[in-house]
């Protein structure tokens, strides 16, 4: 098949334009900060296990026994980074949240609020 010059420039304008169509879409999608303030940016199961280094399984107690608060979007689980804080905060004892503090940098976070 061989298309010439003008249908090439016609059909790469097309392209072109689709392209940044669906460009803008996966901004609007991707760009949580604007929709979300500081203290609510989400986690999703993945992000928590390794954050927290622990197993889907465990992160699955959490929730079924109260003690993590979540929610779900098309089948997918989330965490607000202050429920997680408030989370380790109750649970975990004073060595062990110093730590996650000064690894996660959680005093930075802190003093911008």
């Known amino acids: 098949m061989y ?28 760009n949580t900060d604007n929709v979300l ?5 989400l986690l999703d199961n993945q992000d928590l296990a390794f954050l927290l280094k ?3 399984r465990t992160l699955q107690r959490y929730r079924a026994s109260g003690k993590l608060p979540y929610f779900t979007i098309s ?11 408030a989370f380790v905060q109750e649970n975990a004892d004073c060595k062990t ?13 802190t003093e911008a609020k």
Not at 3 to 30: A, C, P, V, Y
Not at 37 to 41: F, L, P, S, Y
Not at 75 to 85: E, F, G, P, V
């Open 54 to 56: 622990v197993s889907y």
């Open 75 to 85: 089948h997918k689980t989330y965490y607000k980074a202050s429920d997680i804080r």
């Open 3 to 30: 298309i010439d010059n003008e249908n090439f420039d016609k059909w790469m304008e097309r392209l072109s334009k689709k392209l940044t169509e669906i460009g803008h879409d996966l901004k609007s999608l991707i």
């Open 97 to 109: 949240y110093e730590r996650f503090k000064k690894e996660n940098q959680l005093d930075k976070q």
């Open 37 to 41: 303030d500081e203290n609510d940016k």
